[in-house]
T-cell receptor
Framework: AQSVSQHNHHVILSEAASLELGCNYS??????LFWYVQYPGQHLQLLLK??????LVKGIKGFEAEFIKSKFSFNLRKPSVQWSDTAEYFC?????????????FGTGTRLTVIP | DTGVSQNPRHKITKRGQNVTFRCDPI?????LYWYRQTLGQGPEFLTY????????KSRLLSDRFSAERPKGSFSTLEIQRTEQGDSAMYLC??????????FGPGNEQFFGPGTRLTVL
């Protein structure tokens, strides 16, 4: 069975600090990988995605993520966070060739940025 | 607004009652998904349509749950004889098929605002 692990449940940072949120998945085959963000009171929005090619992908608002196949990881990074980055972040996986077209989500990481 | 819309946004019902939610996907998207999200968890897949065909159903979708997408556009999710454990946010998402394979993994999913169900 596929699963996605996000080890950081709640992260608190000061503005301008660097961010790295961990995401590990369990599926041995080819995957599509996503990071979604949910700002307070808003719906899920796509931050970035990896389908193929360069394992370092850049998303909106200065976020990037690196796919490391050998580690089954897709960690999210941002060099300098802002107060407006306060939100919940979800990693998601779509396992190709599994017959399923749905996304498997992690439990999310709540990020609080202190001004 | 051309995004995914869901109605109602909030629903409070008494245990045992039936409820129905509606989702209107992005108009050119042929795929539609229902997810459920409870507090402190990520969204969990419930079911998936490609056009009007319901192609996948999760084990989470008990017999009390039924979803339809009769004309391949909007979709409804009905919960019969609601239970307190059904209280959750019900999310709808839509996507387009991948260019390479109509039945393969599609493009990214766009989510609606959700319907928050509270069963008393």
């Amino acid at each position: 069975a596929q699963s996605v692990s996000q080890h950081n449940h709640h992260v608190i940072l000061s503005e301008a600090a660097s961010l790295e949120l961990g995401c590990n998945y369990s599926y041995g085959g080819t995957v599509n990988l996503f990071w979604y963000v949910q700002y307070p009171g808003q719906h899920l929005q796509l931050l970035l995605k990896y389908f193929s090619g360069d394992p370092l992908v850049k998303g909106i608002k200065g976020f990037e993520a690196e796919f490391i196949k050998s580690k089954f990881s897709f960690n999210l990074r941002k060099p300098s966070v802002q107060w407006s980055d306060t939100a919940e972040y979800f990693c998601a996986v779509n396992a190709l060739l599994s017959g399923a077209n749905n996304l498997f989500f992690g439990t999310g990481t709540r990020l609080t940025v202190i001004p | 607004d051309t995004g995914v819309s869901q109605n109602p946004r909030h629903k409070i019902t008494k245990r045992g009652q039936n409820v129905t939610f509606r989702c209107d996907p992005i108009s050119e998207h042929n795929r539609l998904y229902w997810y459920r999200q409870t507090l402190g968890q990520g969204p969990e897949f419930l079911t998936y349509f490609q056009n009007e065909a319901q192609l996948e159903k999760s084990r989470l979708l008990s017999d009390r749950f039924s979803a339809e997408r009769p004309k391949g556009s909007f979709s409804t999710l009905e919960i019969q004889r609601t239970e307190q454990g059904d209280s959750a946010m019900y999310l709808c998402a839509s996507s387009a098929s991948g260019l390479a394979n109509l039945f393969g993994p599609g493009n990214e999913q766009f989510f609606g605002p959700g319907t928050r169900l509270t069963v008393l």
